[in-house]
């Protein structure tokens, strides 16, 4: 690998034989490096702020999921600061988030209290344009509600809507995912219900290791937004992150391989302990 400046580290685009490789791998995974979580935020945003612009450029709306964690909240905070800020066209973008915690919008745990308060009310957004989960609701209605709040958004731009056999499926443009250390991504955690479910665009997912009910987009949504990218930090991550991209496919054990096995290109930004175990 090439330091590179600003604190990155480019491993490029990894092309993959699909046909020789293990079936979890994408045809193209451009993974890039950052030497440190702060790096990475930036990176993450410089990223983003480019595919953004890039969607704007050719329609009307651009419609964006986001997950939680420390190091998209820095990336949000870059974001609303003076060097970001005016560069994204709020006016296009509708914002949502791929999961939530069933505590109410003012609780620390909250994704959408995490998303406000790293941006601190510095975007200027119609209410439509920021969609957030009940999580305050029991676990059901909360469900509910986000499907029936993401269908009724994306009824009014039909054209990001995909037909299947047994669902209507929003199909967004760009979804930023993490990753546990135990593989799971937004809150499809290893072998519970909510990783089996390809006919509904929100469950509420019951994750017994926490004892708790999450709700989040399903698989079949995230597998056919238009792009998706990981935001992955952290030494706790590198074996893992090893496993779900050159182990076996074993997408119960490990649901991000869920995403991974579904996609024609991926892109990966992550701190250089994420990226430690693999190979370059």
């Not at 685009?13 to 790096?39: A, C, G, L, M």
């Amino acid at each position: 690998m090439i330091e590179l400046s600003g604190g990155q580290v480019n491993m490029g685009n990894h092309e993959h034989d699909t046909t020789k490789q293990q079936s979890n791998i994408p045809h193209k995974i451009d993974i890039r490096v950052f030497s440190d979580n702060e790096r990475l935020a930036r990176g993450a945003c410089d990223y983003l702020l480019e595919r953004v612009l890039s969607y704007a450029r050719q329609q009307e709306v651009v419609h964006i999921a986001f997950s939680g964690g420390s190091t998209p909240k820095v990336m949000f905070e870059y974001m609303v600061s003076d060097l970001y800020i005016t560069r994204f066209p709020w006016k296009q973008l509708y914002l949502y988030f791929v999961d939530e915690r069933m505590v109410p919008p003012n609780h620390p745990d909250s994704n959408y209290h995490m998303f406000q308060e790293a941006t601190q009310g510095k975007i200027p957004l119609a209410p439509e344009q920021l969609i957030r989960i009940n999580g305050e609701l029991v676990p059901s209605k909360s469900a509910e509600l986000y499907q029936t709040a993401i269908q009724n958004s994306f009824h009014i731009h039909s054209s990001h809507l995909l037909s299947l056999d047994e669902v209507t499926i929003p199909v967004f443009d760009i979804i930023q995912l993490g990753m546990g250390d135990d593989g799971h991504t937004a809150s499809l955690f290893p072998y519970t219900e909510g990783i089996k479910v390809q006919d509904e665009i929100v469950i509420a997912n019951y994750v017994p290791k926490f004892d708790k009910w999450r709700v989040t987009l399903t698989a079949a949504v995230i597998q056919h937004a238009k792009e998706v990218f990981f935001l992955i930090a952290g030494s706790g991550k590198a074996q893992v992150l090893k496993e779900v991209l050159e182990g076996d496919f074993q997408p119960e054990r490990y649901p991000t391989q869920l995403i991974t096995s579904a996609r024609e290109q991926l892109t990966f930004l992550l701190d250089k302990d994420a990226a430690r175990k693999i190979e370059g």
